[in-house]
């Protein structure tokens, strides 16, 4: 499974090799944002990302690229009652998964490249397909099993400045998480990602 996810992101990334104007190699902090707590009262936690992105376009452009993703969830487990009281001590676990993540997004930016700008912003959107390589649980009474292949919507803002640029965007969850009914509440857990790197323009 993993090697076969590895081989299509290689397959759809290479023929835009051939028109990218530009390289962005870059990482940072991934967030979870859990929008369904629920009884097991996730949260999300901080995480981390590493990964190239391609730049095919000027001012208009698309952006295809392939990151390494680590994201963090915690749940807890509440000790309750026959009849549902609050009963001991919480026990919290750690849930984590280490992913592929493919964006496609489309962006804009406010000054035209080709001018050579100093610095220059940009906007961009589009979904996200995230592609489960490996997770583990911290609680081995449980079996649980990942979604093979999450999907995201989002947009984000960003700033070069000559070869550097830094970016941040959120991106909402369109899949949950978990495969079947381990949990009451299986999350959608939506990202916030921010990312810093450098830019590698080619020559045109």
Known sequence: MNRNVILITIGLLFPALAVAQEFRFGGGYSGSNVSDAGEERWVGRAGYHAGVDLVLGGLWFVRPGAHLQVRNINYTLAGIDSNGAPFGNDVEFRYT????????????????????????????????????????????????????????????????????????????????????????????????????????????
């Open 97 to 204: 998964d280490r992913s592929l993540r493919v964006p496609l997004l489309v962006g804009r930016r406010l000054m035209d490249p080709d001018d050579d700008p100093g610095v220059n912003i940009y906007v961009f959107g589009g979904p996200t397909a995230l592609f489960n390589l490996s997770a583990d649980l911290d609680n081995d009474q449980l079996d649980v099993r990942t979604t093979g292949t999450q999907w995201f919507v989002g947009a984000g803002a960003g700033l070069e400045l000559g070869f550097l640029f830094l970016e941040g965007g959120y991106n909402v969850a369109m899949s949950d998480v978990f495969q079947g009914d381990t949990f009451r509440t299986d999350p959608r857990v939506n990202q916030v990602n921010v990312s810093a790197g450098v830019r590698l323009r080619l020559a045109n």
